[in-house]
């Protein structure tokens, strides 16, 4: 994700939710908007195995970006998502720290996640397919997402989008190539949760 897409190690993030204001507003004129943060989520899911599998939920806290969406041009639409790889919660201190360190996201290096799209696609079913480029740890990769995506509003009138995505990422292609201690072994693929809540003229973060 980012995300530069976004993404990427460690584990599962549950479900994300987006901001419970918006309600659905199919009318409203397109154009840019900025990242809510309040009402987004960045988050990913890893497997690992020892005696048995199981799934981990990681989180990024601080992330911004921008979305440009207008439902008469849906091929024009372009996200821009940058992830503040530092902030990084996996809901234990340990982990956390595994993650930070050079085996993983080596945040003091690569501060930041990097997705931006270059081309969309709307499909029959009415979402999208999204291409652009995903840096992680200054490796740049193509990437083609899938995305619902619908324009909204609040309770006030104020015009807004919601974006989401849910899609898989080899972690070593990236260079996150760490390996746990006691013999865990965590699988190559991650799962990554992107759900972004955005509103026209809003701040960025």
Known sequence: MVL???????????????APSMVNAQSQTGGDYTLN????AVGFTISASMLFKVK??????????????NPARPTDTHIDLTVYTDSVDMHNAEHDQLMKSPDFFDVARFPTM???SDSTIRKPDGSFSMTGD????????????????????????????????????????????????????????????????????????
């Open 4 to 18: 530069t897409g976004v993404s990427v190690l460690a584990v599962a993030t549950a479900s994300l939710v987006l």
């Open 37 to 40: 943060r309040a009402g987004s």
């Open 56 to 69: 981990r939920d990681g989180v990024f806290k601080d992330f911004t970006g921008n979305l440009s969406y």
């Open 114 to 116: 990097h997705f931006v």
């Open 134 to 205: 995903m840096t992680i740890r200054g490796v740049t990769k193509r990437l083609t997402i899938p995305v619902k995506m619908r324009q909204d509003s609040n309770a006030t009138g104020q015009s807004g989008a919601v974006f989401e995505s849910n899609f898989q990422i080899d972690r070593t292609e990236f260079g996150l190539n760490g390996v746990p201690k006691f013999g865990v072994s965590i699988s190559k693929k991650v799962a990554i949760h992107i759900a972004i809540a955005a509103n026209v003229g809003g701040p960025g973060r």
